[in-house]
């Protein structure tokens, strides 16, 4: 009796496997862009799996940017090319938000300013045209910044600020 209840046990995984009830669990979400380039969705690890959750696209003059990064379906989910992935954290490598974003070019006269309402997460990620940056991010009055940060075409920058 005790076999066929094993038995009948994996019967059960196979089925949920095969017919919904555990896929959830298994593989990638995927991020994509929508068609009118204003949000990502997030999708069951396939194009064609369940919408978990959706993300805004802002624009700010010619750059685009969405916050990321809340709960572990997120941290798992693989997103579109953006240029630029800035990660916050706090004491012990908490995650933060909701934090205040400058962004100016050093070539140029360029700045953007991404106001803490529009960081919901801790992955903020900048569609950047490539050229040299200096970041700066506020928590509260304390602010850190990266000079320098460069961003080329077709790869993906990751940088990390840091709280102590």
Sequence with gaps: MRNFAKQLAWVGVVLGLLFGGVTAGFGKPIAQETPLGDAIQLLEHDAGGALLESFRIYRYVDMRYFAAGVGKVERQATYPMFPLKLVFS????????????????????DEWRIPASHVTGPWLFLDLSPGRYRIEVGRGSAVLTRDKVVVTSGRQKTIHFTWP
């Design 90 to 109: 706090g004491p012990g490598g908490a995650y933060l938000a909701l934090l205040a974003v400058t962004v100016r070019s050093v070539d140029g006269d």
